[in-house]
T-cell receptor, first 115, second 116 residues
Framework: KQEVTQIPAALSVPEGENLVLNCSFT??????LQWFRQDPGKGLTSLLL???SQREQTSGRLNASLDKSSGRSTLYIAASQPGDSATYLC??????????????WGAGTKLIIKP | DVKVTQSSRYLVKRTGEKVFLECVQD?????MFWYRQDPGLGLRLIYF???????EKGDIPEGYSVSREKKERFSLILESASTNQTSMYLC???????????????FGPGTRLTVL
């Protein structure tokens, strides 16, 4: 059964630093991996979606990488800003016929950027 | 822009009450989902629907039911609310592109339900 882990659960860094969030998954047979952002008390917003055939995706200051063979993905945030403070979640979609559209979720990393 | 709306942001109910949570999406999406989110547990899928009047159980369907009478609307029903159903409930939708893995799920703002 696929399990998704995000470590650390919380991270606090000064503004301006580059940082990396980690996501690991136990079964490399995935269809895609997504990174989401969640602001306190709100819904989720998709940041990046990486197909299983891709190695990375970029959007502005965000870069997500995927290494299927090692079961790892990283989200790199460049020049962090206080507005980046949020919880970041990763989710994988299994490469199974019976997975339907189910995503398997990590518990998230709560990021605090200190001014 | 895709918009997914949920009927309430905050809801307080008493044990044993019947609770309806409604979700509406405006992008003609085929697929809709209900999740609950609890600290340390991440998101867990309760039910999803891939068409009108169709539903599939997710990982934790016990104590819940759903209804999808119209394509844009997906309702989550707690037949007899219990304190362990206190949680954040998130609705999401995705179209055919999402079904084929090239698009994401779009989420509503969530409903924080407290059962006393």
């Amino acid at each position: 059964k696929q399990e998704v882990t995000q470590i650390p659960a919380a991270l606090s860094v000064p503004e301006g630093e580059n940082l990396v969030l980690n996501c690991s998954f136990t079964d490399s047979a995935i269809y895609n991996l997504q990174w989401f952002r969640q602001d306190p008390g709100k819904g989720l917003t998709s940041l990046l979606l990486i197909q299983s055939s891709q190695r990375e995706q970029t959007s502005g200051r965000l870069n997500a990488s995927l290494d299927k063979s090692s079961g790892r993905s990283t989200l790199y945030i460049a020049a962090s800003q206080p507005g980046d403070s949020a919880t970041y979640l990763c989710a994988v979609r299994g490469d199974y016929m019976d997975s339907n559209y189910q995503l398997i979720w990590g518990a998230g990393t709560k990021l605090i950027i200190k001014p | 822009d895709v918009k997914v709306t949920q009927s309430s942001r905050y809801l307080v109910k008493r044990t044993g009450e019947k609770v309806f949570l409604e979700c509406v999406q405006d992008m003609d999406h085929e697929n809709m989902f209900w999740y609950r989110q609890d600290p340390g547990l991440g998101l867990r899928l309760i039910y999803f629907s891939y068409d009108v009047k169709m539903k599939e159980k997710g990982d934790i369907p016990e104590g819940y039911s759903v209804s999808r009478e119209k394509k844009e609307r997906f309702s989550l029903i707690l037949e007899s609310a219990s304190t362990n159903q206190t949680s954040m409930y998130l609705c999401a939708s995705t179209g055919l592109a999402g079904m084929y893995g090239t698009d994401t799920q779009y989420f509503g703002p969530g409903t924080r339900l407290t059962v006393l």
